[in-house]
């Protein structure tokens, strides 16, 4: 029954793996995103996809990339792990997005708590 | 995006009504008011949205003044679980990109 989930909730790697987190909603939205929360608690977006394509890209290295197999699902892959990747990744999902705007509720997952040593 | 600034935690106990207030002084007339609260270890949830004067549901309510300069959340008789840290974010309805900010971490004790 949870509208939107991840997996997993707890990750922790040596610097330099690859690793990916994977959420699915299913709440039937259009819209998905990605945020990073860090150890000072900032929560800030990193991508957003409508219906697979990306809308949103912020200023997140090259090594963090989405992919979208379905509009339920948004999975976020990251390579080269870094010290400073360690946060809490949070997934959210939205029904309709950018066409909604800012008046369109965005749906949270869990987190999944990344620590890179 | 117009920036907003909260206290950065109250204190309070079970029963009180708590009144946390956000300034967003440059807000845009086609920019809403929506409030987040986070429980430790979880995710961000919806708690209520506004555009001006005041909007109530059945978990708080939003006073809004007619400047828009300021935005109110209430929560009324507050309990041990709604410690929390509520975020106050103002968005034109054009975009989706929610912009959090520090946010206001509530103490709630018995």
């Known amino acids: 029954d949870t509208a939107v989930s991840q997996t997993p909730k707890y990750l922790v790697t040596q610097m330099g793996n690859d690793k990916s987190i994977k959420c699915e909603q299913n709440l039937g939205h259009d819209t998905m995103y990605w945020y990073k929360q860090d150890s000072k608690k900032f929560l800030k977006i990193m991508f957003s996809?409508?219906?697979?394509?990306?809308?949103i890209n912020e200023t997140v290295p090259n090594r963090f990339s989405p992919k979208s197999p379905d509009k339920a699902h948004l999975n976020l892959h990251i390579n080269s792990l870094e010290l400073g990747d360690s946060a809490v990744y949070f997934c959210a999902s939205s029904q309709i997005g950018l066409a909604g705007g800012s008046t369109d509720t965005q749906y949270f997952g869990p987190g999944t708590r990344l620590t890179v040593l | 995006l117009a920036k907003t600034t909260q206290p950065i935690s109250m204190d309070s106990y079970e029963g009180q009504e708590v009144n946390i207030t956000c300034s967003h002084n440059?807000?845009?007339?086609?920019?809403?008011i929506t409030w987040y609260q986070q429980f430790p270890s979880q995710g961000p949830r919806f708690i209520i949205q506004g555009y001006k004067t005041k909007v109530t549901n059945e978990v708080a309510s939003l006073f809004i003044p007619a400047d828009r300069k300021s935005s109110t959340l209430s929560l009324p008789r507050v309990s041990l679980s709604d410690t929390a840290v509520y975020y106050c974010l103002v968005a034109p309805v054009e975009t989706d990109k929610l912009i959090f900010g520090t946010g206001t971490r509530l103490q709630v004790f018995p």
């Open positions: 996809y409508n219906n697979k394509e990306l809308i």
């Open positions: 440059n807000i845009a007339t086609n920019d809403y």
